[in-house]
C-alpha cells in the first residue's frame, strides 16, 4: 500500500481531492470535478487500478469537457482518424473489464430468445397462423372476462376477490396453470410469451446503455491507463497503435507533466 499512499500524496499535490472512505455512489471509484472517490468496500488489489483510472478522467477533463458527452477520441489522441484507436480501446476493455462484454446479459438475452420459441409453438400447435407481429383475436376474446388480462401488465399483480370485496388475491405469471385451470395451454402460452417479449426488451435496453457506457472515450482512455498498469505487454499487444499514438503524445507533454509523472513513478 506504500504506492498507493504514494500516490494519493502526489494527486493531492497537484490540486485534487482523494477520498478513500466513501462508497463512491456504488461504483468502484468516481471522478468529479477536482475530486477523486475510491470505494471502501472494493479490495486492496483494486485500489492502485482504480485511482489510475480516475486520474486519467482527470487528465481527460484537463483537455475537454467530458460531463456530458464523454468528449471524444479526437482530442485524445489529437488526430482526426480515431477508428484503429477505437477498435483497440474496445479490446483494451474487455481486456480489463470482462463485465464490459455483456457475456452474462447476451446469455439470458439467448434463453429468453429460446424460451420465446417455445411458447409461440405451443400456441402455434393450435393456431397454426399466429403471428407476435398481429393481434391474437382469439386470446383477446377469452381475457376479456378474466382476471389473467392483468398478468399481460406484471408478472405479478394483485387483485380484487370480488366488486364488493375489500379483498385481494396475488395472481402471478408461475401460477396460471393453478388460478386459471380452464385456460387453455395456448392462452397460458401466450401470456408468458407475452411477459417473455418484456424481458427480452429490458435486457436489450441494459445491454444497449452498458455499451453505450464503456464505449465513452473517456472511460476508454482510464481503462488504457489503468490497462498499462494491470499488464502493459498485454495491453500494447492489444493496442499497438494506440500505445504507439499515446506514449508519443505523452512524452511530447500532451496529457500535461502530471499524467507523465504518475506514469514514470507508478507503473
Not at 27 to 34: C, W
Not at 79 to 93: A, G, I, N
Not at 178 to 183: I, L, P, V
Request: hydrophobic share 35%; proline share 2%; net charge positive.
Amino acid at each position: 500500500m506504500d504506492s498507493v499512499k504514494e500516490l494519493i500524496k502526489y494527486l493531492k499535490e497537484t490540486g485534487l481531492e482523494v477520498h478513500t472512505t466513501t462508497k463512491a455512489r456504488g461504483h468502484q471509484g468516481i471522478f468529479m470535478k477536482n475530486r477523486i472517490d475510491v470505494s471502501k468496500n472494493i479490495p486492496e488489489s483494486r485500489v492502485m487500478p482504480t485511482l489510475l483510472h480516475e486520474f486519467a478522467h482527470y487528465v481527460h477533463s484537463c483537455l475537454e469537457k467530458i460531463e456530458r458527452t464523454g468528449g471524444s477520441l479526437e482530442v485524445l489522441f489529437n488526430d482526426s482518424d480515431v477508428k484503429v484507436y477505437q477498435e483497440e480501446l474496445l479490446r483494451v476493455t474487455n481486456f480489463v473489464d470482462s463485465h464490459s462484454k455483456c457475456e452474462k446479459l447476451h446469455n439470458y438475452k439467448k434463453s429468453v430468445k429460446s424460451n420465446i420459441l417455445a411458447q409461440e409453438k405451443i400456441i402455434k400447435a393450435r393456431y397454426p397462423k399466429f403471428m407476435r407481429s398481429k393481434n391474437f383475436k382469439e386470446f383477446d376474446r377469452y381475457i376479456r372476462h378474466s382476471k389473467a388480462k392483468y398478468l399481460l401488465k406484471c408478472d405479478r399483480v394483485f387483485v380484487k376477490s370480488g366488486f364488493f370485496s375489500s379483498k385481494t388475491e396475488l395472481l402471478t405469471i408461475d401460477n396460471i396453470e393453478k388460478d386459471f385451470c380452464d385456460m387453455p395451454s395456448e392462452f397460458v402460452a401466450y401470456i408468458r410469451l407475452h411477459s417473455l417479449q418484456k424481458k427480452q426488451s429490458r435486457v436489450s435496453s441494459r445491454i444497449y446503455r452498458l455499451q453505450k457506457y464503456y464505449e465513452k472515450p473517456t472511460e476508454l482512455f482510464a481503462r488504457l491507463v489503468e490497462g498499462l498498469y494491470l499488464d502493459s505487454a498485454m495491453v500494447q499487444k492489444l493496442a499497438p497503435n494506440t500505445c504507439y499514438r499515446f506514449y508519443k503524445l505523452l512524452n511530447n507533454g500532451y496529457y500535461g507533466d502530471n499524467l507523465l509523472y504518475v506514469m514514470e513513478n507508478f507503473l
